[in-house]
């Protein structure tokens, strides 16, 4: 027999192909890809790269129709996200098989931070700094999302942002470039697990494509103007990063990038994505994208959207319509080039092969599997230990009359008041990207619940004290009672899970509602205060923090909330968090990041003569430093060492440091090497990140540790875009945060 039986399902449909049948499982993707294509009308075509939503949840306008399922059936549909279960997916694809090619349907969602099992936002994962923890964390969402009939995630977000009033700083992992490239990639690899053909994984997507975290204003969706340098250098390598790890798929975004939407732009998406990086997975538009750009005032209407948006290499349309419009009417008028239609469609078929949904278009649909993962107990525990790794300790003071000794952690024989509106909070631990679940209630650990799963209840008080977001004070009068009768208030403060995430830009980053005045009125009780800050971003909590004798930034961490802080307060866990983003002192300092340049008149960090780099009403330095996050414990730094100071060509520099725990209990400490290049062609940072390690030691334990440093680590991409190092003068500089370094001079000569 001559023939190539594509899919197992579709039953009559074979295609003429030359070989022996025996032969055919050894033919390769493309070759099947193209068997299937030569089958297509423009239609269908259209159809493989049109995508809807699902009815069930939305992030942006839905089309309101009923003829859905019927365009399924007629092979007018690659694609749907927000669709998810067993059930449900299978029900699509019985329709998707009953198209006259009967070409298996994707489902794709948001699954950001955790699918069933919740884990803390992106943001706090990547103040972990522990790439392992954020690939299980990646993996565990995979194993939950493919089990639940759904192939693929719209993660990682791997834009870079130094602007915390955008709102969706809470979705990536920071500020840094060489820290998120590699939680990119950790990320990637995490849902993507063995590959795609197992069962247990998710196609993952970079997104958003690119530069969108640079919006101007941190206004969401607004433009973003940026010179080439600034895009190559600091936003595009987490992109490279997870292409490099296989990601299947990449979005486009929403802003324009130096006036030409990314949704229409032939630079990015074909000259460096599908070109020069020659990424053979598809790109989905973000939500409704294509047809934004008539917004924009770049296309004149859905059709000239579509020509634009395809011509610039957007494969697949989320909901906007344009595609499946006019793509075949396009084509036909020779405005849209087939080749382009055919190799957007090959791209999504390909995948749609490597998944092996033509083998077995219902392989993500089986009960039992969704069951089993519905309530992993290994995941609710992975979820915790994430958890407890994202929190970030910024204050430790002793308590009065102590000495040597912080705050936290707390004691199981202090009478603990609890104070805030998120002490009970439940969903508000979950944060904006999460799935929400009928049982959430029951199964989310709010704050007390891990309270009361470690101490004695009787140890424990609490008072709302107020709401999140409104002017009432009517709760102060009984925080202040409660308050008084305790030895320590633990206060939680913080934004609403819905006041950080897409759409959720703020022009002030303080403390909503009345929470400033419920710390200012307990802390006139002379009770010591230890700040629990629960937030999508950085927040500028100045006031409250000066009335607190310890704070812990807490973030949003999802299912396990709980009793991840209870661990911290009570010492089971030793924080170890360290920021991967800068926390400004107002919103004025902003865009405020580490790795800035110097200017012809730099200023030191703080108040200044005039006539340097500063402002005359505040200091340069942030509140808190990028990489900063304290211990239980101490640590100091001694013996710097560098392997040469002279250094020539291909040598490798050796530099090491020692680190002696100096306090009582065992701690982690992520130990940060940063270099800086003192004269280039074009102005360098005044440091940049280039190497990590965690590590733990018992108390009065030390360990050396050593970093191999390359030329590699001294490449930037020069004035012509080259990307090279230069020989000259460079400072290598090792320590606990940004700020906090030793520094040595070497001097690298070709
Ligand atoms: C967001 C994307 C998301 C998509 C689908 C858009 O509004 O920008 O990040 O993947 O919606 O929900």
Same mark, same amino acid.
Request: neutral net charge.
């Given at each position: 027999m001559r023939y190539v039986q594509y899919c197992k399902y579709a039953g009559l449909i074979v295609v003429l192909f030359g070989f022996q049948n025996s032969s055919a499982q050894k033919k390769t993707i493309d070759q099947k890809v193209d068997s299937v294509l030569n089958l297509m009308t423009l239609e269908e075509k259209a159809g493989q790269l049109n995508q809807y939503s699902g009815d069930w949840s939305f992030t942006g306008p839905v089309t309101k129709d009923n003829t859905k399922i019927q365009q399924v059936k007629e092979g007018k549909l690659g694609s749907m996200l927000n669709v998810v279960g067993v059930e449900k997916t299978r029900l699509l694809q019985q329709y998707a098989m009953q198209s006259r090619l009967k070409i298996p349907l994707l489902f794709g969602q948001d699954v950001i931070h955790g699918f069933r099992t919740t884990f803390p936002l992106p943001l706090a994962e990547a103040a972990s700094w522990d790439l392992e923890a954020i690939q299980l964390s990646a993996r565990i969402s995979a194993i939950e999302t493919s089990a639940a009939g759904v192939h693929w995630t719209f993660a990682p977000m791997v834009d870079i942002s130094r602007d915390p009033r955008w709102g969706r700083v809470m979705e990536g992992a920071g500020e840094d470039t060489y820290l998120g490239s590699l939680i990119a990639a950790a990320r990637v690899k995490g849902f993507q697990g063995k590959g795609l053909g197992n069962t247990d994984v998710v196609m993952a997507c970079a997104k958003h494509f690119a530069a969108y975290g640079a919006a101007v204003g941190g206004r969401d969706y607004n433009s973003v103007d940026m010179s080439p340098r600034m895009l190559w250098e600091t936003y595009l390598p987490p992109f490279f990063a997870a292409k490099e790890a296989g990601a299947a798929t990449f979005m486009n975004s929403f802003n324009d990038l130096n006036g030409i939407p990314a949704t229409g732009n032939r630079y990015l998406q074909r000259d460096i994505l599908k070109g020069k990086w020659n990424f053979n997975g598809f790109v989905v538009s973000d939500w409704a994208s294509i047809g934004e750009m008539i917004a924009h005032g770049f296309a004149k209407d859905t059709s000239h959207a579509a020509q634009l948006g395809l011509s610039a290499g957007s494969d697949m349309d989320m909901e906007s319509r344009s595609y499946i419009k006019h793509l075949p009417q396009l084509v036909r008028e020779g405005k849209v080039k087939i080749e382009w239609l055919d190799d957007a469609v090959r791209r999504i078929l390909r995948k749609k092969f490597e998944l092996g949904l033509f083998d077995d278009p219902f392989k993500f649909s089986n009960e039992h599997r969704q069951q089993q993962q519905w309530n992993n107990p290994q995941h609710i525990a992975a979820a915790r230990e994430m958890a407890k790794k994202s929190i970030v300790l910024l204050k430790n003071h002793p308590l009065p009359g102590e000495v040597g000794v912080g705050t936290l952690p707390l004691t199981n024989n202090q009478k603990v008041a609890l104070i805030g509106p *998120? $002490? #009970?909070? $439940? #969903?508000?631990?979950?944060? *904006?990207?999460s799935m929400e679940w009928e049982d959430d209630s029951a199964r989310i650990v709010p704050l007390w619940k891990g309270m009361l799963n470690k101490v004695d209840p009787a140890n424990l008080l609490y008072a709302k004290g107020c709401n999140i977001n409104d002017a009432d004070t009517s709760g102060f009068a009984e925080a202040i009672e409660t308050a008084k009768q305790s030895d320590v208030v633990v206060i939680t403060i913080g934004e609403a899970r819905d006041m950080s995430g897409e759409a959720k830009s703020r022009s002030s980053l303080q403390l909503p509602g009345v929470q400033n005045q419920l710390i200012a009125a307990i802390a006139a009780t002379g009770k010591p205060i230890v700040l629990l800050i629960h937030a999508g971003r950085p927040l500028i909590f100045d006031k409250a923090a000066s009335h607190a004798s310890a704070i812990l930034y807490t973030w949003w961490l999802g299912t396990e909330a709980g009793n991840a802080i209870a661990d911290v307060l009570y010492g089971d866990y030793n924080p170890s968090g360290k920021l991967p983003i800068t926390f400004p002192r107002t919103e004025g300092q902003i865009p405020i990041y580490y790795n800035h340049y110097s200017t012809g008149r730099p200023a030191e960090d703080e108040f200044q003569n005039n006539y340097v780099s500063a402002y005359i009403d505040l200091p340069n330095s942030p509140a808190y430093p990028f990489g900063y996050g304290l211990s239980y414990t101490s640590f100091v730094f001694t013996d710097f060492k560098l392997s040469s100071t002279s250094l020539k060509g291909n040598q490798t520099l050796t530099a090491s440091i020692t680190l002696t725990n100096t306090g009582r209990v065992k701690g982690k400490e992520t130990v940060q090497l940063y270099i800086r290049d003192l004269v280039g062609k074009v102005v360098r940072p005044v440091k940049e990140l280039k190497g990590f390690k965690q590590v733990e030691l018992n108390p009065g334990e030390s360990k050396v540790i050593t970093f191999t440093i390359t030329t590699n680590d001294l490449r930037f991409y020069d004035d012509q875009l080259i990307y090279n190092w230069e020989p000259g003068e460079f400072e290598i500089m090792i320590g606990s945060n940004s700020k906090e370094v030793q520094v040595k001079k070497i001097n690298w000569s070709r």
């Amino acid at each position: 027999m001559r023939y190539v039986q594509y899919c197992k399902y579709a039953g009559l449909i074979v295609v003429l192909f030359g070989f022996q049948n025996s032969s055919a499982q050894k033919k390769t993707i493309d070759q099947k890809v193209d068997s299937v294509l030569n089958l297509m009308t423009l239609e269908e075509k259209a159809g493989q790269l049109n995508q809807y939503s699902g009815d069930w949840s939305f992030t942006g306008p839905v089309t309101k129709d009923n003829t859905k399922i019927q365009q399924v059936k007629e092979g007018k549909l690659g694609s749907m996200l927000n669709v998810v279960g067993v059930e449900k997916t299978r029900l699509l694809q019985q329709y998707a098989m009953q198209s006259r090619l009967k070409i298996p349907l994707l489902f794709g969602q948001d699954v950001i931070h955790g699918f069933r099992t919740t884990f803390p936002l992106p943001l706090a994962e990547a103040a972990s700094w522990d790439l392992e923890a954020i690939q299980l964390s990646a993996r565990i969402s995979a194993i939950e999302t493919s089990a639940a009939g759904v192939h693929w995630t719209f993660a990682p977000m791997v834009d870079i942002s130094r602007d915390p009033r955008w709102g969706r700083v809470m979705e990536g992992a920071g500020e840094d470039t060489y820290l998120g490239s590699l939680i990119a990639a950790a990320r990637v690899k995490g849902f993507q697990g063995k590959g795609l053909g197992n069962t247990d994984v998710v196609m993952a997507c970079a997104k958003h494509f690119a530069a969108y975290g640079a919006a101007v204003g941190g206004r969401d969706y607004n433009s973003v103007d940026m010179s080439p340098r600034m895009l190559w250098e600091t936003y595009l390598p987490p992109f490279f990063a997870a292409k490099e790890a296989g990601a299947a798929t990449f979005m486009n975004s929403f802003n324009d990038l130096n006036g030409i939407p990314a949704t229409g732009n032939r630079y990015l998406q074909r000259d460096i994505l599908k070109g020069k990086w020659n990424f053979n997975g598809f790109v989905v538009s973000d939500w409704a994208s294509i047809g934004e750009m008539i917004a924009h005032g770049f296309a004149k209407d859905t059709s000239h959207a579509a020509q634009l948006g395809l011509s610039a290499g957007s494969d697949m349309d989320m909901e906007s319509r344009s595609y499946i419009k006019h793509l075949p009417q396009l084509v036909r008028e020779g405005k849209v080039k087939i080749e382009w239609l055919d190799d957007a469609v090959r791209r999504i078929l390909r995948k749609k092969f490597e998944l092996g949904l033509f083998d077995d278009p219902f392989k993500f649909s089986n009960e039992h599997r969704q069951q089993q993962q519905w309530n992993n107990p290994q995941h609710i525990a992975a979820a915790r230990e994430m958890a407890k790794k994202s929190i970030v300790l910024l204050k430790n003071h002793p308590l009065p009359g102590e000495v040597g000794v912080g705050t936290l952690p707390l004691t199981n024989n202090q009478k603990v008041a609890l104070i805030g509106p *998120f $002490v #009970k909070a $439940v #969903k508000d631990n979950l944060g *904006f990207w999460s799935m929400e679940w009928e049982d959430d209630s029951a199964r989310i650990v709010p704050l007390w619940k891990g309270m009361l799963n470690k101490v004695d209840p009787a140890n424990l008080l609490y008072a709302k004290g107020c709401n999140i977001n409104d002017a009432d004070t009517s709760g102060f009068a009984e925080a202040i009672e409660t308050a008084k009768q305790s030895d320590v208030v633990v206060i939680t403060i913080g934004e609403a899970r819905d006041m950080s995430g897409e759409a959720k830009s703020r022009s002030s980053l303080q403390l909503p509602g009345v929470q400033n005045q419920l710390i200012a009125a307990i802390a006139a009780t002379g009770k010591p205060i230890v700040l629990l800050i629960h937030a999508g971003r950085p927040l500028i909590f100045d006031k409250a923090a000066s009335h607190a004798s310890a704070i812990l930034y807490t973030w949003w961490l999802g299912t396990e909330a709980g009793n991840a802080i209870a661990d911290v307060l009570y010492g089971d866990y030793n924080p170890s968090g360290k920021l991967p983003i800068t926390f400004p002192r107002t919103e004025g300092q902003i865009p405020i990041y580490y790795n800035h340049y110097s200017t012809g008149r730099p200023a030191e960090d703080e108040f200044q003569n005039n006539y340097v780099s500063a402002y005359i009403d505040l200091p340069n330095s942030p509140a808190y430093p990028f990489g900063y996050g304290l211990s239980y414990t101490s640590f100091v730094f001694t013996d710097f060492k560098l392997s040469s100071t002279s250094l020539k060509g291909n040598q490798t520099l050796t530099a090491s440091i020692t680190l002696t725990n100096t306090g009582r209990v065992k701690g982690k400490e992520t130990v940060q090497l940063y270099i800086r290049d003192l004269v280039g062609k074009v102005v360098r940072p005044v440091k940049e990140l280039k190497g990590f390690k965690q590590v733990e030691l018992n108390p009065g334990e030390s360990k050396v540790i050593t970093f191999t440093i390359t030329t590699n680590d001294l490449r930037f991409y020069d004035d012509q875009l080259i990307y090279n190092w230069e020989p000259g003068e460079f400072e290598i500089m090792i320590g606990s945060n940004s700020k906090e370094v030793q520094v040595k001079k070497i001097n690298w000569s070709r």
